[in-house]
């Protein structure tokens, strides 16, 4: 499982990400980042492996703007999902396939499974999301790294699927 957390600050767009991979009976950590830049953007991602790879293959624009994420981005993600075969839950409210956070040019947006786009100043998402959303609520001071770092830490001790080490980045 995961926790993905992000927080815009000073015009900055700052995330971190778990690396642990789990199932029912196992848990490992991953080499491969949950966490990653893809053309002006920061993604993190939560969820399916098909989630993943279409996030990971989407064609994001090098400027990040609300206009794209407002208006292109759910047609971008359906189109490449159906080029990858991958089918993605398009508007049904009770699927926990996947999750991102996506943010660049000091702006943030949550992606839900239900392909829902919201706008937020900080926020959470993955299995460990609503702990490391607490955690923010809580510790509110402090530099966007050590808060989400913070969360993160509290997290992983609560959830045995979160766990680091811990990718931050910013941009």
Not at 35 to 56: D, E, K, P, Q
Not at 137 to 165: E, H, Y
Request: glycine share 14%; charged share 20%.
């Amino acid at each position: 499982m995961t926790a993905i957390v992000g927080i815009v600050s000073g015009g900055k767009t700052w995330m971190g990400a778990d690396s642990c991979i789990s199932d029912n009976n196992i848990r490992q950590s991953t080499k491969t980042p949950k966490l990653w830049r893809a053309g002006g953007y920061l993604v993190g991602a939560a969820g399916i492996g098909g989630w993943f790879a279409v996030l990971r293959r989407l064609r994001w624009p090098s400027v990040p703007s609300e206009g794209y994420m407002l208006a292109g981005f759910v047609a971008d993600l359906l189109g490449t999902a159906d080029q990858l075969g991958v089918e993605l839950p398009a508007g049904k409210e009770s699927s926990s396939d996947g999750s991102a956070l996506v943010g660049g040019a000091g702006r943030l947006w949550y992606i839900d499974s239900d392909l829902s786009v919201d706008e937020f100043s900080e926020t959470a998402c993955g299995a460990g999301g609503e702990a490391a959303r607490c955690v923010l609520s809580a510790c509110p001071s402090g530099s966007p790294s050590s808060r989400i770092t913070k969360a993160l830490n509290a997290v992983a001790a609560v959830r045995w699927d979160v766990a680091g080490p811990f990718h931050l980045e910013s941009v």
